[in-house]
């Protein structure tokens, strides 16, 4: 079975500008979960969506937004990049059901603002 | 709120030695816990997981974790290091029947010296 997948995997943009990532979940997988990674924060959670619907929200601005389809594939957006969003975005998707709530992570998107 | 320490952000071992990852966690109800592995440039690989049942778990690559309630810890160990251990482990905590969102610690680096 297919890993999460993210797109792209390296991405460069400048103040200002917007980006758009996304995320493949595993086949069958509902939920997806997306985390910023930076070595002076560490793992930070975003946002989690399932069945089309954010289900939970970090501490994030709102520049950080999100969105599901109905395949259950994931993009997340951000606006206005800051030179502290350089980062390495990670996904991950679950099944979201009692007894398997193990998320299981894609490769990561690393994203450099200059 | 729920919260995770790694003592040691760095540990450094000889290979065949004892591998000992300290994770500890503040949770308000029961926790399911994790532990990631991340490779560079890589995302993060599940290890083992603690959900309910046994409290002892045994994961890949020969790791285990054993879940102690009364000290709120869940100490990642290996009895023999290899060199294809190197790398940054991290320890996370969920809520049970909760939020899936994950809580990580801040990471330890694992080195292993030939």
């Known amino acids: 079975k297919a890993g999460v997948t993210q797109t792209p995997r390296y991405l460069i943009k400048t103040r200002g500008q917007q980006v758009t990532l996304s995320c493949s979940p595993i086949s069958g997988h509902r939920s997806v979960s997306w985390y910023q990674q930076t070595p002076g924060q560490g793992l930070q959670f975003l946002f989690e969506y399932f069945s089309e619907t954010q289900r939970n929200k970090g501490n994030f601005p709102g520049r950080f937004s999100g969105r599901q389809f109905s395949n259950s594939r994931s993009e997340m957006n951000v606006s206005t990049l800051e030179l502290g969003d350089s980062a390495l975005y990670l996904c991950?998707?679950?099944?979201?059901?009692?007894?398997?709530?193990?998320?299981?992570f894609g490769p990561g998107t690393r994203l450099l603002v200059l | 709120a729920q919260s995770v320490t790694q003592l040691g952000s760095h540990v450094s071992v000889s290979e065949g030695a004892l591998v000992l990852l300290r994770c500890n966690y503040s949770s308000s109800v029961p926790p399911y816990l994790f532990w990631y592995v991340q490779y560079p440039n890589q995302g993060l690989q599940l290890l083992l997981k603690y959900t309910t049942g046994a409290t002892l778990v045994k994961g890949i690559n020969g790791f285990e974790a054993e879940f102690k309630k009364s000290e709120t810890s869940f100490h990642l160990t290996k009895p023999s290091a290899h060199m294809s251990d190197a790398a940054e482990y991290f320890c996370?905590?969920?809520?049970?029947?909760?939020?899936?969102?994950?809580?990580f610690g801040k990471g330890t680096k694992l080195t292993v010296n030939p």
């Open positions: 991950a998707s679950s099944w979201r059901l009692a007894g398997e709530e193990t998320q299981y």
């Open positions: 996370a905590v969920s809520e049970k029947g909760g939020s899936e969102k994950l809580v």
